[in-house]
């Protein structure tokens, strides 16, 4: 019970810096309401969870794997954090030009997570830093954990932009996209110096 309770709580922590589906979301929620925010937050649910499953699964047979396989993933994934943080940080409405040609959130979210090159990376980064990453049903149980905490906070930041509306504005958006971004190239600086270094 204690390794669910960790995955929620670093879950949730994973979960706070605004990444582009954070604030794609939000401003599905801002712009188009309750009812396609948490259609959009039940496709990111559902992106987490079939990439919490790839994680567990591929750290379980990574044991079989040489090292170097790994610490390339999470030099490719990290520079790919960098690039997407910069594009937010400079192209902030980058995302806010797609919210118009969305038509069904469940599945554009689903994708969107499931796809965006970092995520999967991110996950087995995650899981390999736990001390019980040699254990299967350990990182199990606190994947369980990570997506109960996947399922808590994305609704409720959906419903949260929904409830804010119109007072989100525009310029708020782009400067959310921007802080958001920084963060981002921040996160795969520190994690590519950890790698290099």
């Known amino acids: 019970m204690n390794v669910v309770l960790l995955g929620i709580g670093i879950g949730l922590l994973s979960l706070l810096p605004p990444g582009p589906v954070n604030l794609t979301l939000v401003q599905v929620g801002a712009r ?25 699964a591929l750290l379980t047979l990574g044991t079989a794997l040489p090292a170097r396989v790994f610490s390339t993933t999470q030099l490719v994934a990290a520079a790919l954090l960098i690039a997407l943080g910069a594009l937010l940080a400079l192209r902030p409405t980058a995302i806010s030009d797609s919210i118009g ?22 996950w087995i980064a ?5 001390p019980f990453a040699a254990d299967t049903t350990q990182l199990a149980l606190f994947t369980v954990g990570a997506l109960v ?27 959310l996209s921007q802080v958001g971004g920084a963060g981002m190239a921040l996160l795969g600086f520190g994690l590519l110096t950890q790698q290099i270094g």
């Open 32 to 56: 188009m309401g309750r009812r396609p925010a948490l259609r959009g937050a039940a496709g990111i649910v559902g992106g987490d969870s079939v990439l919490g499953i790839a994680a567990v």
């Open 101 to 122: 040609r969305m038509h069904r959130p469940a599945r554009t979210f689903f994708l969107l997570t499931s796809l965006t090159p970092t995520a999967l990376g991110s």
């Open 126 to 130: 995650m899981l390999a830093a736990m």
């Open 149 to 175: 905490a996947s399922t808590l906070w994305h609704p409720t930041l959906g419903l949260a932009a929904a409830a804010m509306g119109a007072r989100l504005t525009e310029g708020g958006q782009i400067r």
